[in-house]
């Protein structure tokens, strides 16, 4: 009899343990089927009208007036690759350099006071990021460099900010990540510290820093509140950086609220276009990340 | 026992006097959408309504010209508000004008310009005109600053000042009259239109023509840019509706209107 109690009651537990299993999967699933819902949303909403105008105009067309049905989006491609290029650029150096000094030149309690305070960084909402801009950046830029202050130059400065938590604490880890070893070997060689990054741990965490730099970028042209409070959103290719310029993402937040008809399929374009984008990068993301994890032993 | 009866007489007095306890917090018995330039005097009109008739709910909605005409024609909303004239298949609506709005072509107040012709301002925005200098003002670039495609706003100023020409594609464009008299107020070398009930001490109307934009002005003709504000309906409106219009067309509801900075339909 008790033995019959012990089999019943091991099988309960059996039958709990498929119905955990159950759950979770259907919990991991829903975030894959969430993701294909949103996918095939907005290319059965964005797509025939790209095709109806033809792809090389909508793509390769200079003109955006939705309301004479002329849907031209490079000036919002280059636009979005515009501000995201001056991001790097300001970011990228910035946020490796930071990285170096936390990882190989700062002493524990140093990095151990200055890394939270980077990530913290990243909680700042972006609309705080925007307001900043068009209270200190935009007017200072304006003064000093003339133009209208709303432009390239302040949408990067500020995304070039708004990067930096992402870069340095995934650029910080794979710089720990390079064995202990191999400084070891290379200063004792007789290389100085210096050396021993530019030359040693720089090549190692290659791969690490490419990805931080990728998702920072993934970062930078998906922003969208920010980049509307202080790029000027100018339907145009900007000349200069101190042109205004308009990203995608700020041209559907920008003309969603008073979209109908076609105008609202050619948002839901843009989107399919930004999502292409964000798809490539984040592939070669997600390759170099794996390349990573291959290089560490 | 006791409580339990305490608890449906309390129920029932409560169904009896407060008519929102029935269908949750407040209820919804008419729905306006439409123009974010209509919905602040719509509120207003909407708040007096409410005050008047008590246990009526109206709800007033943004969304912009545009998507309040489709809510409209779905049936989402009884009312729709739009800031530009109907065009094409719209027109099936019923159309009442409920209020006029002039347009502001504002400039920074430490700009010495004080007035441009309304072909001038044609040049500025489509791109032709770049300096100051011609207006009669110091040799620098002219910010334009323009409202995004699909506005009201943007449509009735590219009915009444652009006619057929664009916008040039390089001017700075938000998405509110706020956002524009906020840029306007930060730049001493922008331009921009918005709501002339906007208007404020941060930024500088031009005359246009040589008329200032005021309600004489715009009564006897002089001042050219004036809007209608619109409600739209399928079909004449019935019931609540009906009320509704009528309230927002009577003595009290215009002199609502005027006291927002709008002008009355008459």
Known sequence: ?297 | MTRLTFARIFLALCIVFFPDCRGGRSQTDLTLAGSTSIQPFADKWAEVFMKKHPGLGVNVQGGGSSTGIQACKSGACQIGMSSRELKGDEKDLFEIVVARDGLAIIVHPANPVRGAKLAEVKQIFSGDLRSWKYLGGPDRPITVVTREEGSGTRGAFQELVMGKTRIFRGAITEDSNGTVREIVAQDPYAVGFISLGLVNEQVRSLDLDSAAGNEENIRNGRYKLVRPFLFVSLGEPTGLAKEFVDFVLSAEGQALVKKEGLLPIK
Not at chain 1, 24 to 48: C, D, H, M, Y
Not at chain 1, 50 to 55: A, H, R, S, T, V
Not at chain 1, 195 to 213: C, H, W
Not at chain 1, 234 to 253: C, G, H, K, M
Request: proline share 5%.
């Open chain 1, 1 to 297: 009899m008790a033995e019959k109690m012990k089999g019943r009651g091991k099988n309960k537990l059996e039958r709990n343990d498929r119905l955990v299993r159950l759950a979770l999967l259907v919990v991991a699933f829903s975030a894959v089927s969430i993701l294909l819902v949103i996918t095939v949303f907005i290319i059965e909403q964005g797509t025939p009208i790209m095709f109806k105008y033809g792809l090389k105009s909508f793509l390769a067309g200079g003109d955006w007036y939705p309301s004479e049905k002329v849907f031209g989006l490079w000036p919002m491609i280059v636009g979005s690759l515009y501000v995201t290029l001056g991001a790097m650029v300001l970011g990228v150096p910035f946020g490796l350099a930071c990285a170096i000094v936390l990882t190989e030149f700062s002493s524990k309690r140093v990095r151990r006071v200055i890394k939270p305070v980077v990530e913290l960084l990243a909680g700042i909402p972006s609309v705080v990021y925007g307001f900043m801009g068009v209270v200190i950046l935009v007017p200072f830029i304006r003064e000093t460099l003339g133009g209208p202050g709303l432009s390239v130059l302040a949408a990067s400065i500020i995304l070039g900010i708004m990067i930096l938590p992402t870069i340095i604490s995934i650029s910080v880890d794979s710089l720990q990540a390079v064995p202990p070893s191999y400084r070891e070997g290379s200063i004792a060689l007789g290389a100085t510290k210096w050396q021993t990054v530019k030359m040693v741990l720089l090549p190692a965490a290659r791969s690490g820093i490419v990805a931080s730099i990728i998702l920072g970028m993934g970062r930078a042209i998906g922003e969208t509140m920010a980049v509307i409070m202080i790029a000027g959103n100018a339907a145009s290719v900007p000349r200069s950086v101190l042109d205004p310029v308009r990203t995608l993402t700020s041209n559907i937040a920008l003309e969603m609220g008073y979209a109908a008809g076609e105008h609202r399929q050619a948002l839901f374009a843009t989107g399919v276009i930004l999502f292409f984008i964000i798809m490539v990068l984040n592939t070669v993301a997600n390759v170099t990340a794996s390349r990573m994890k291959g290089t560490k032993r």
